[in-house]
C-alpha cells in the first residue's frame, strides 16, 4: 500500500466507492434497490422510526433506504445520510429533490471518523453499509457518540459468504477459469466482515452499546432476469472484483456464470440463496 493511504483510513474503500463500486451501483441503483428490499423491511422494522425522530442511515449510497426512513420519521424528523461515494451521493441527493423531501441531508464523510452533528441522534440505521471500515471498534465508538442515551441501532449486513448463493454461485463458475483466490482473511473489510456473530457482539459491547441482539434472516433474493442478475454479477461483487484483474477472460467466465445462474431462474427471476443478520442495539 502506498504511503498515503497507510495515512488515510479507509483509503482503499473510498477509491473503490468512488470508483469501480460508485459508478455500479449508480448505474444498477434499482437492481441493487431491488435485491436489498426484503432485508431493508425486517431492518426498517427492527428500528421501529417514529414520526419527528432524527436518524443516521449510515453508508446510505444512492439513498434508497433514506428515502424510505425520511417518510417514516415524517416532516418533523430528519435522516442523515452518511457516505463516502461523491456518485452514489449525488444520486441520493437526486433522489430526494424527485420525491420533494425536504427532511433528508446527505453528508460525504467516513463514518469510522467524522463529527455527525449535531449529536444525539435517536437512531443508526443501515443496510449493509458498516462491513467496510478498516478499524470497526473506533467506527462504533465514533458512531456511539453521536447518538443520545436510549437511542436504537438497527442494521443488517451478510453473514458468511459461504452461506450466501448469490456469492457462491457465480463466483465457483468463474474461479473455474481463473486462477485461485487468496485463503480470505476473517473480517478483513468488505461485503463479509461481520459473519462471525461474536465479533459484532464484541465491537458494539466496547463501543457503549448495550441489548445487542443479532438475529439470523435468510431469504431467496435476486435482481431481475438472466441477462441483468449476469450483467450485475460481471461488475459487482468478488465475480467482478476479480474481471478487473483479468479483462481477457471476461467471456469466458461470462459464459460459465450464465451457465450456472441458469438453473436459478423463476418466475421471479434468478433467485439465489442470502444469509443476513439483523442487529440491534441499544445506545
Ligand atoms: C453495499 S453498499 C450499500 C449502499 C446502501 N446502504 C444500499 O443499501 O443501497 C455499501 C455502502 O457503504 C459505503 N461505505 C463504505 N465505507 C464507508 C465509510 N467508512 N463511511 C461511510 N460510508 C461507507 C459505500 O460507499 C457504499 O455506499
Redesign the pocket.
Known amino acids: 500500500m502506498a504511503t498515503n493511504e497507510a495515512e488515510t483510513?479507509?483509503a482503499d474503500?473510498?477509491a473503490y466507492?468512488n470508483e469501480a463500486?460508485?459508478s455500479v451501483?449508480v448505474e444498477m441503483?434499482d437492481r441493487?434497490?431491488q435485491m436489498?428490499a426484503p432485508f431493508?423491511r425486517r431492518v426498517v422494522e427492527a428500528l421501529a422510526p417514529k414520526a419527528g425522530e432524527r436518524l443516521l442511515?449510515?453508508?446510505?449510497?444512492?439513498g434508497?433506504?433514506t428515502l424510505d426512513l425520511a417518510r417514516r420519521v415524517g416532516p418533523g424528523g430528519q435522516v442523515l445520510g452518511?457516505?463516502?461515494?461523491v456518485p452514489?451521493l449525488d444520486l441520493a441527493r437526486r433522489r430526494a429533490a424527485e420525491a420533494g423531501l425536504g427532511n433528508v441531508r446527505f453528508v460525504e464523510?467516513?463514518?469510522?471518523t467524522a463529527r455527525l452533528e449535531p449529536p444525539g441522534f435517536d437512531g443508526l440505521f443501515?443496510?449493509?453499509?458498516?462491513m467496510?471500515?478498516d478499524d470497526p471498534a473506533t467506527?462504533f465508538s465514533n458512531l456511539y457518540g453521536a447518538l443520545r442515551p436510549g437511542a436504537r441501532l438497527a442494521f443488517v449486513c451478510w453473514r458468511s459468504m459461504a452461506e450466501n448463493g448469490w456469492a457462491t454461485v457465480p463466483l465457483a463458475a468463474a474461479l473455474r477459469h481463473l486462477p485461485p483466490l487468496p485463503p480470505p482473511v476473517p473480517g478483513a473489510p468488505g461485503?463479509f466482515a461481520f459473519a462471525d456473530p461474536d465479533r459484532i457482539r464484541g465491537i458494539l459491547g466496547r463501543a457503549g452499546f448495550s441489548g445487542i441482539g443479532v438475529t439470523a434472516f435468510d431469504t431467496k433474493a435476486g435482481v431481475g432476469d438472466l441477462d441483468q442478475t449476469l450483467a450485475l454479477v460481471l461488475r459487482s461483487g468478488p465475480v467482478g472484483a476479480l474481471l478487473r484483474e483479468h479483462e481477457d477472460k471476461r467471456d469466458t467466465v461470462a459464459a460459465a456464470v450464465r451457465e450456472a445462474l441458469a438453473p436459478h431462474q423463476t418466475a421471479d427471476g434468478v433467485l439465489l440463496d442470502t444469509a443476513a443478520w439483523i442487529v440491534t442495539a441499544t445506545a
Open positions: 483510513p479507509n474503500q473510498i466507492w463500486g460508485g451501483w441503483q441493487f434497490d436489498t431493508s442511515d449510515i453508508g446510505c449510497g444512492s434508497g433506504s452518511v457516505d463516502i461515494s452514489m464523510a467516513d463514518a469510522q443501515s443496510r449493509f453499509g458498516v467496510f471500515f467506527a461485503a
